[in-house]
């Protein structure tokens, strides 16, 4: 077989993934049923195109990378570098090695090769290093295919329109940011491991980068914040307002009263009162369908409505592009042109029964016009559904994204809302108070949009001025000022995306990268330790590091390089530029340097063993301590070294995963530990033997 | 010198961060005191049990409360 292709003077299609390569080739197969053949467990597939061979090959995202290329790895400034198979640069990526091999030898017959790689900066790049370093060269002569879903239609037009060079500006645009990114990333790291190696002779994984520095920086500056946060008192008058049988919440004129007296006073004048109608206040005001879903927008109401992680909404919205249920979703565009056939989308949902009603909507209007937001993206429109139908049941996270997506593709086309609030105006023995009313007179787009939008209403009866409201349940609550808000997965990566740095494609990584270090913990994100002492000492010894001024003034430069308007040349040199005299700072530096990072990741190792308060001294800490003698694990009291506590409490040993899981138990209070059994889900045990919660277990048992 | 709260590096009586929350809580008295008429003393025990109080703030606040310091000048 392989033989076979190589004589055949066929055609060589670059996937970005295999489901992408099956769906590429099924739909460019003139009878849709593309071969799919095996080269030593690299799937590929033939499909026959007017008597041509087409042969369809996946990648497995990057093949390449940037590497060092010489000289050792435990030193720095490096600024020698090239791209190299990720097997040699990660021994862990075996399979890379497989596909690259495989991906030569199906080179070697073709006569024509075409990158149909997703087609943004990443798609783009992961084509280009193929073609130039697994294909041979062959970048200069290969050509392009654009598409935004991988619906057969959209992708026969693509083949028939093939760009018939690559996409210069995106491929040197990504090739830049992938060095940028690797001469900032591994010269700070290593600056920042070496120092902490030097001082303790131990080696602990830190990192930095042209993204991260910054964006931990922006969760350090929330958590100083929060941390020296002082709570300043105000009172709520709260009070009810009786009319026909129905009490109805009124708020009291001012909605922070700053002293208690005056509180109190105010409820002594106001309570079992009646009060006088003094003003009814209505008004009516439209709202606009929301725009369609970009990215950020996606992961944002994803995170809201379900609580998934911005990486985690990407990897689920990527599954349903490459089963083409949605468009291509890395995209910045809020716009739907219509090319993409709403009419013909909306009547392939329709068939779904439970889109059927909401369908009809929107398919009765005269004119299909979708509500559109300013942002563009020149390579794709924004996230919509295909119209496809899923065959076999989808994951329920798979089921939810879709829903969202396809509820929203209907809204965008909806009409206005109408709401209209009305506030009356209650005066009460000199006092005011309001009571408010909301509700919807034309639902429009909410209708298509449920149960994602709000739809709250607060009724009112029909009053008129001068009418007597009695008042009560008058009553004052105690208050205090909050704390700025901790930021979420979600919300940082929309702080990212308004302030310019990062990309679409890395920002939900680059949050995973601040948990996956210890430098932040928790959904809520709080900053560790050692989260605050990195942040503290690159600030410290080279601000710039995590300046997001500089971070961004690099990024607009990136993105000028897209456009042609920026070479690549000067990016890079500017990089190293700026680069060098940071690391020289960060060398000249080193001693303190390693000697504070050394500390906290002392500290942050201890902290990771911390289970809780110990219940029997109760001045200690409860610990996860491995025995040299016997080496199993066990939790123990701080205080045993100084032998004013003997508490030890057995934990699961070998199979299981233990840490502490920074909660007690809602039963006896005692702190708990969280057990992960292999490749099963986590669950919390109460380190009390005698906790009443295991009398089951002990009953069982005894 | 080092802060006698975390033992951080300082040239001060407390760390920066320490430090800044000291800051707050001097300016927030004035603010409990004019709502309140509490005293400095029943204050720093206030603010220490308040659940939306940030930690470094209630480290300070009990910090001082064991040293028994006087109120600033406000």
């Known amino acids: 077989m392989e033989r076979k292709v190589e004589q055949s003077r066929h055609t060589l299609v670059l996937a970005e993934k295999p489901e992408a390569a099956r769906r590429i080739a099924e739909a460019l197969d003139q009878k ?72 030569d030898e199906l080179s070697r017959g073709a006569s024509e090769r075409i990158n149909a790689c997703d087609y943004d900066i990443e798609g783009s790049t992961i084509g280009y290093t193929i073609l130039k370093y697994a294909c041979g060269e062959k970048e200069r002569d290969a050509k392009r295919m654009r598409f935004s879903t991988l619906m057969d239609q959209e992708i026969q037009d693509a083949y028939r329109s093939l760009s018939p060079s690559l996409d210069l500006n995106l491929v040197e645009a990504g090739l830049t940011r992938h060095e940028v990114d690797w001469l900032w990333g591994v010269n700070l790291s290593r600056a920042l491991m070496l120092a902490a190696k030097h001082w303790s002779g131990r080696y602990a994984t830190l990192s930095t980068g042209r993204v991260q520095g910054p964006t931990l920086n922006f969760l350090v500056e929330r958590e100083k914040e929060i941390r020296s946060f002082v709570p300043t008192p105000f009172w709520n008058l709260n009070a009810k307002a009786e009319i026909g049988d129905a009490l109805y919440d009124v708020a009291y004129e001012n909605e922070k009263i700053p002293k208690r007296d005056l509180a109190s006073k105010i409820l002594e004048e106001t309570s079992g009162k009646d009060g006088t109608i003094e003003d009814i206040q209505v008004k009516s005001y439209h709202q606009a369908p929301p725009t369609p879903f970009d990215l950020g927008s996606l992961q944002s109401d994803a995170y809201r409505h379900f609580g998934y992680t911005p990486s985690r909404t990407l990897n689920i919205a990527e599954r349903l592009y490459l089963s083409a249920f949605i468009s291509y979703p890395r995209t910045s565009s809020q716009k739907l042109p219509p090319a993409i056939g709403y009419a013909d989308i909306l009547r392939s949902l329709g068939k779904r029964k439970e889109y059927k009603d909401l369908v009809e909507i929107v398919l009765s209007k005269r004119d299909l016009k979708p509500q559109e937001g300013k942002k563009d993206d020149p390579a794709h429109p924004a996230i919509y559904p295909t119209g496809n139908a899923p065959q076999t049941a989808l994951s329920p996270p798979e089921e939810k994204l879709l829903d969202l997506i396809t509820k929203r593709f209907f809204a965008v086309f909806g009409d206005t809302a109408l709401r209209q609030s009305m506030r ?140 042609g308007s920026e070479l690549r040349e000067n990016v890079l040199a500017e990089a190293i530029g700026r680069l060098k005299p940071i690391l020289e700072e960060l060398r000249s530096r080193e001693t303190s340097i390693g000697q504070t990072l050394s500390e906290a990741i002392r500290r942050a190792q201890l902290e990771k063993r911390i289970i809780g308060p110990c219940p029997r001294c109760r001045t200690g800490n409860l610990i996860i301590i491995y025995s040299r003698k016997s080496g199993k694990r066990f939790a123990g009291c701080t205080n045993f070294r100084n032998g004013t506590c003997q508490a030890a409490f057995p934990l699961p040993q070998h199979l299981y995963g233990v840490k502490p899981a920074r909660r007690s138990c809602k039963v006896c209070q005692w702190p708990m530990v969280e057990v992960k059994p292999k490749e099963k889900r986590p669950w919390n045990l109460c380190l009390n033997p005698d906790c009443p919660s295991k009398a089951k277990y002990r009953r069982n048992e005894g | 010198m080092t802060c006698p709260i975390c033992s951080r590096g300082t040239q001060e009586s407390y760390c920066d961060f320490h430090r800044m929350a000291h800051d707050n809580l001097t300016k927030a008295y004035v603010e409990w005191r004019d709502a309140m008429n509490i005293t400095w003393e029943e204050y720093l025990k206030i603010v220490a049990d308040n659940p939306n109080t940030g930690q470094w703030a209630i480290e300070v606040a009990r910090d001082l409360l064991g040293k028994g310091v006087e109120r600033p000048a406000i």
């Open chain 1, 424 to 563: 009356v105006v209650i005066k009460v023995n000199g006092h005011t108070f309001y009571l408010s009313g909301r509700r919807i007179l034309k639902e429009g787009w909410l209708k298509l949009y449920q149960p994602y939008a709000k739809e709250d209403e607060v009724v009112l009866p029909t009053l008129e001025i001068g009418q007597r409201i009695p008042l009560r349940q008058v009553a004052i609550e105690d208050k205090f000022v909050q704390p700025p808000p901790r930021y979420n997965p979600s919300s940082v990566l929309r702080l990212m995306e308004e302030e310019g740095i990062g990309t679409k494609a890395t920002r939900a990584s680059i949050v995973d990268t601040l948990y996956d270090r210890g430098y932040v913990r928790d959904e809520r994100m709080v900053v560790t330790d050692l989260g605050f002492t990195v942040t503290e000492t690159l600030e410290r010894n080279s601000p710039r590091i995590v300046s997001v001024k500089f971070t961004r003034e690099l990024e607009e430069k990136m993105e000028k390089i897209e456009t």
């Open chain 1, 32 to 103: 849709g049923k593309a071969a799919r053949l095996d080269m030593r467990g690299v799937p590929y597939f033939r499909a026959e195109n007017n008597g041509r061979t087409i042969v369809v090959v996946p990648a497995l995202g990057h093949l390449y990378t940037v590497a060092q290329e010489r000289g050792r790895r435990d030193y720095y400034p490096v600024f020698n570098y090239r791209w190299v198979p990720k097997y040699v640069e990660n021994g862990r990526d075996k399979q890379v090695r497989t596909f690259i091999e495989a991906i």
